[in-house]
């Protein structure tokens, strides 16, 4: 640990500012890292690190605040213009070209030519040399990086870092795609680069690994400053109560609700090790960090990916799952990857929430365009979707009310269990206070609980909340959101989802701690 | 919103109209005549017809690259099976052979989970050398039969104001622009183009709809074929060669994207038509083959190009 005080930073930035339309994701945030140092910035989820990383990187413009790189102004136009001044990061997702050898990502744009023609000898021996440095000799240069594994890649991407002769080298969440064994020899790693003198940035929202690794952190949440100081004299306890901080508000609204009989039962199911059951009536919460196989866990109920054992029974329904059998069987998903999965965006709004349902739009194989729009157009009218008309294609909507739409098809469907997947995240406040209303109405409707099993009647079509109570199984990494608007929550970490209890019984502070393994920690 | 999207719609009609008028400025009255209409109509024929297939194709996301090697596999068949059956049942037949390759298509898009491109791409060599193995590398004749007059002018008071086959034609256009507009399977073939992530999460069954789409593009191209086979009057193994690219042509300019998720039946006659006027309308200028050729390309590019400025201007 080198001594600080005194000794300009190797990167700071101060008082920097960022808003995106009215949302203010960063408000005037301080921080800097020494030569020799590993900072952790550590925040929740939407503490605003993401947005911090984008204006390091170049790819976000701060509205206002000041960044330097060794004393010098750095005001970044692009990522390109932050690496040629020193300031390196490497993402969760590696940006290596998998068909390329080690040394030619190594040296990828910056390769040593001679007359336009590239030298290879030299560009080998920078690749060696950066390999070495890293304590690596063993990777060697030609291997095509595809081949790696992804601590290998990993490796390789830092070390371009170091080759294009940076200073400040970032990490954001770098242990993600590791296994335990990786992450020891990436820690190992780390402090080798520290002893060299480099300057470590390391984001995380795993205590444990800040603990270990950092020598400072700094805290972020709701795009501020809240806490900073020296790793080895602060307990993970304190580092978990800056990031959390924050009473609930009244954007959850919760009417009474009744759990009726079980509609879902998940007995030892691989992959997420799950065992839970889903009454009607009820919002079942998982919490979780990024990257802790909840999403997994959701698809795999879902039938999008495969069960390696164990046994999913909906209602009277068990046997192999597939999307189309799920959505029979009353049961329906909204996609956390609203872009890529949830939304077709080339095609209209109606297209997209009566897709699972076009059956019930016109006599046998036909699809009537009146009746979809009407379908549609009730939707928009009751979640107050701000569009053009029933036509508009999704790719021209905000993106609260494109994750609308996409709730708006599982109420088309009228399903009876809903399997949500970070349904608010990225969309503005007032959307998000919309869907809390709308999950409590689902499960609070009148309820007939004299009818058994899952129904699904054809003819009615854009009928909610009156028929009887939903379910409602809901993943987010927000735990104020889990804590306001479920009735149960479990907590999923590396893969292995624990046992559900009554949300009173938790609080954001202990969702946090038996979420990022500081429980094993302190 | 309603100015925009009928311009949407119809700005290929409008491209088809101008194009025409071009020609028939240059040409004189005469290119209007009704006889030149109808010449020009028997000519877009054999494209539209495979064309229709490939529209629901390319909506879906997909490629058919093994088309004119499906329709020269079309008039083999026919002609083998007009040697022993009468012309119903070897229509039928050149369909059914079309279709099964189409089948083969689907099967082996959706079981090996290779892109339509490469898979068609070899369908395309392998189907040539079945048509090329069948007919023994020759012309194969056949007797005459009303089969052969599908394509000839109604002029002489064969069909009805236009031939037959032109009929044909516009009764599956209108079948397939329904069925892609007014049916689940049209709406799933849009979905599974725009984005196939998106259609399987929603329980769209992906494999079957992507199969049913290769075999009916197939049975398309085989209809195509047995029209080729009505102008030619001879099997001929060697025919259509490069005629997919025709077909894709027809489809892009008509408002089709490889991307998938949009394309429209009304916008790919209009597109076939475009090729076809010009065609004629060089010929009857006394406009050498180069010229057409570079007013097609400059057309296919410069339609594209204008869909892509038009949808950046929205």
Excluded at chain 1, 8 to 36: C, I
Excluded at chain 1, 201 to 219: L, M, P, Q, T
Excluded at chain 1, 400 to 408: E, H, S, Y
Excluded at chain 1, 420 to 442: C, F, H, M, N
């Amino acid at each position: 640990m080198a001594e600080t005080v005194g000794a300009a930073p190797r990167f700071e930035m101060r008082g920097v500012r960022k808003a995106f339309g009215a949302t203010v994701a960063l408000d005037g945030v301080d921080f800097a890292v020494h030569s020799g140092e590993v900072c952790a910035l550590v925040g929740q989820n939407g503490a605003g690190k993401s947005t911090l990383m984008g204006i390091l990187a170049g790819a976000l413009k701060p509205d206002a605040g000041v960044m330097r790189v060794e004393g010098a102004p750095y005001a970044p136009r692009h990522p390109l213009d932050a690496r040629k001044a020193g300031v390196a990061m490497i993402h969760q997702e590696l940006s290596l070209a998998p068909h390329l050898t080690v040394m030619e990502n190594i040296v990828l744009g910056v390769e040593p030519t001679r007359r336009g023609v590239i030298q290879r000898d030299r560009m080998r021996e920078t690749a060696a040399a950066a390999l070495t440095e890293l304590g690596h000799p063993d990777i060697s240069p030609d291997t095509v990086v595809g081949d790696l594994s992804p601590a290998g890649q990993q490796l390789v991407e830092i070390a371009r870092a170091l080759a294009s002769g940076c200073r400040v080298l970032v990490l954001d969440e770098p242990t993600s795609s590791l296994s335990h064994g990786d992450v020891r020899t990436l820690f190992d790693l780390i402090g080798r680069l520290e002893r060299q003198g480099h300057a470590i940035v390391y984001i995380s929202h795993f205590i444990e690994e800040v603990k270990e690794v950092s020598d400072r952190y700094v805290v972020l949440r709701d795009g501020r400053n809240v806490g900073e100081g020296v790793t080895a004299q602060t307990r993970a306890e304190d580092i978990v109560g800056l990031m959390v901080g924050r009473a609930l508000g009244d954007l959850y609204p919760r009417s009474d609700r009744t759990a009726g009989d079980a509609i879902l039962e998940v007995e030892a199911l691989v992959p997420g090790s799950a065992t839970f059951t889903l009454h009607r009536g009820e919002v079942l919460g998982i919490a979780g960090l990024l990257g802790a196989g909840r999403t997994r866990l959701l698809r795999t109920i879902f039938g999008l990916e495969p069960v390696k054992s164990g046994r999913i029974t909906i209602a009277a329904y068990s046997g192999p799952a597939t999307p189309q059998a799920r959505w029979r069987q009353g049961m329906g998903m909204l996609s956390e990857d609203r872009n890529g999965e949830g939304l077709a965006r080339t095609l209209s709004i109606a297209d997209n929430m009566t897709m699972t349902r076009l059956e019930s739009l016109g006599p046998a194989f036909a699809v009537l365009p009146t009746r979809q729009d009407a379908a549609a157009a009730r939707w928009i009218d009751r979640l107050a979707i701000r569009c053009s008309g029933p036509r508009q294609a999704v790719a021209q909507l905000s993106g609260g009310n494109q994750q609308k739409v996409a709730f708006a098809r599982l109420l088309h469907h009228d399903v009876d269990v809903l399997v949500l997947d970070e349904p608010t995240r990225g969309i503005d406040v007032s959307s998000k206070a919309q869907i809390y209303k709308l999950i409590d109405e689902l499960v609070s409707a009148t309820s007939d609980a004299g009818l058994k099993g899952p129904r699904y009647d054809s003819t009615v079509v854009g009928r909610p909340f009156q028929g009887r109570q939903k379910a409602v199984l809901l993943v987010s990494s927000y735990f104020p959101e889990l804590l306001g608007v479920c009735d149960r929550i479990a907590v999923m970490s590396r893969g292995r989802l624990g046992p559900a209890r009554p949300a009173s019984e938790w609080t954001e502070h202990a969702l946090l701690m038996e979420a990022s393994g500081a429980r094993a920690a302190s | 919103m309603k100015a925009r999207r009928f311009l949407d719609e119809s700005g290929v009609l409008i491209g088809l109209v101008v194009v025409a008028l071009i020609f028939g400025a240059l040409v004189g009255p005469q290119f209007f005549r009704a006889a030149n209409l109808e010449l020009m109509a028997r000519q877009t024929v054999i494209v539209a017809a495979a064309a229709l297939g490939m529209t629901m194709i390319i909506v879906s996301g997909g490629i058919d690259l093994s088309v004119g090697s499906i329709v020269s596999l079309s008039t083999v068949v026919v002609a083998l099976l007009l040697k022993t059956h009468g012309p119903a049942l070897a229509a039928f037949g050149a369909v059914a052979a079309g279709a099964a390759c189409g089948a083969v298509n689907g099967l082996l898009i959706t079981q090996l989970r290779v892109v339509p491109f490469i898979v068609t791409l070899g369908t395309m060599l392998l189907v040539r050398g079945a048509a090329k193995g069948l007919a023994d590398e020759r012309r194969i004749e056949a007797p005459i039969t009303w089969l052969n007059d599908l394509l000839r002018t109604a002029r002489d008071g064969r069909g009805w104001l236009l031939p037959t086959g032109i009929w044909i034609t516009v009764a599956l256009a209108i079948v397939v622009a329904l069925m892609l507009r007014y049916t689940r399977f049209g709406r799933h073939l849009f979905a599974i183009g725009s984005n196939e992530r998106t259609a399987r999460l929603c329980g769209v069954r992906i494999n079957h709809t992507k199969f049913a789409v290769y075999t009916l593009g197939g049975a398309l191209a085989g209809l195509a074929g047995v029209m080729e086979f009505s102008k030619l009057s001879v099997g001929d193994p060697t025919v259509a060669v490069g005629l997919e690219l025709d077909v894709i042509a027809a489809v892009i300019i008509g408002g089709g994207s490889l991307l998938g998720g949009k394309g429209s039946v009304l916008g790919t006659l209009a597109g076939a038509a475009i090729m076809v006027v010009i065609q004629v309308g060089c010929s009857q200028q006394g406009l050498p083959n180069w010229v057409q050729q570079i007013v097609t390309g400059t057309i296919i590019i410069g339609a594209v190009a204008l869909d892509r400025w038009r949808q950046k201007s929205t």
